[in-house]
């Protein structure tokens, strides 16, 4: 493939050992992302998203997310654990939240900061952006990283109307660790690691959008500490940590699809999972739906519960957690608990780190940057389409019959890859249309390959 | 590039497909979004107006170098009072069709506003023919 400039990077592999090459992510990925070169499917950095489709549906699993060696944790003096309440969401309600804490702890960390502390400023930092913004009247939530990406990719004429603000858990690393500074540790000796419920966050941290400077120093998959800490829950009883919670029956259900909505006035939005989001951003760039206020969109059904690296059902992690904040409201109400004891004001030194300058358009769908060059591609690629069968078989390595018109007018690809209009015996002849019809296009096509060369050219 | 497709009287849920259409070939071209959002807006208001008022109609469209010519053309009633029609919230649309969320009064405004160039011809009892151009660049 020509070389171009790479502006994404991910944590996605393909295990060449495990993949078959059966094209079932290839079909799935929503950007058309992956081909099959090899007998192997490949991904490309600038259109994949990280929305971790392609994992949920490969029947070989042969798709992970690299995550950083647990032993790095061990270069560090203060080793904190970040995680989100999607995490406790993975356990039975018979855990208490101090048992499944002292695990974490016992695996090395020294301390635990929960993301969902930064709730409170991510709001004001919402308001900000579209306090700024009088002239947008759709905001789209930042939350989900895939949705951004997902943004910058395939809807760009809506870059603006996501919310220009960091990840949560980008201002929650940045919070504890200036805090444990300010008790005396050094910047270096501070480690701060993030479980995380998907490979969108992980590039999120890794290679951010905002093009700024991190404070996670690692990040762990949840489903890795999940198992290491559930063997733990089981091995030992006398398992307690006391925990000074802050976290409002409110805050406990950010991650979740909707989570967002009881923070803000005005009218609201939930779209959850990757057909939903597509759909409304499809009618969004469209102005087919008029939806004043904030939409909230989760590439999960459900949420980050509904994240590839969460190990128990969404359906049941969300019930857990509605479970957790009915009783963190019940412990508020009998002032047993106390929310709000952290000082949750927004510095403008926050705002400054938090901002993202630009989310500049990546369209994956732009031919050539030259229109005149692009015009011509289109109306080759047009023609091509009309000539391949249409039956989107991917027997080519490609998703489907427009993805492979696309890819011989980019040059990655020739028409002979098609097996319908490269089909040289009878037998074959007979066999295709057997099954096709009258969807085979005539044995001529073959001959000159309807007027294009093995390249696609004229 | 030419495109075409035909328009069912009352079916506002197949509606769109041409718009959609168009704006996969645009974003091919690298066109600025505004203008593709034009283009979009005024394509799909114009289709919605066929739908909800016509007994069917056809659309073309042709992208050159420089610019998108769209031609919505369909068999109906026509628009006696054209003056009237193009101004924001005049609708004869049913009270059926409001019921579905249409019949603003907005379609035609909105095309005017969203093109560079509008044409309609218009013969009461016979249908209507709307041309809109969008240069591209």
Redesign the interface.
Known sequence: MPSEETYFKHSLRVNDYLCQGCTTCMRTCPTRAIRIRGGKAIISDNKCVDCGECIKVCPHKAIYIKQDDFGLLFNYKYRVCLVPTTFIGQFEEKYKTRAIYSCIKKLGFTHIYEVEHEVSRMVDLYNLYMDEHPELTTFISPYCPAVTRLIQVRF??LVDNVIHVRAPLELASRVITKRLMDEGASRPSIGVFYVTPCAAKIAAVKYPVSGKETYVSGVINMDFLYNKVLLMLHDSDKLTQPINHTLSSRDVLWPLSGGEAPHFRGAHYAVDGLRNVLEFL?KL????VDAPGLVEMRICDQGCVGGVLTTNNRFVARKRLEYRARLFERLEHSKIRETGSDDCSLTDEMVDVMTIPEIK?R?I?????D??E??K???R??KIEKALPGVNCSACGAPSCAALAEDIVRGDAGIDTCIFINRHSQASEDAIRSIWGDRVKTKEINKDNNGYDSQGNH | MHYSFNIERGNFTDAGQASSSVKRTLKQLGVDPVNIKRTVVALFEAEINAVAHAYGGRIDVDIDGEKIVMVVADEGPGIPNLDLAMQEGWSTASAKVREMGYGAGMGLPNIKKNTDDLKIDTQVGVGTTVTMTVYLT
Do not use: V
Not at chain 1, 285 to 288: K, N, V
Not at chain 1, 365 to 369: E, V
């Open positions: 760009p004429s499809e760039e469209d102005e087919a358009p369209s769908y732009k031919l050539n940057d229109f005149a692009a015009f591609m289109a109306e690629m047009k």
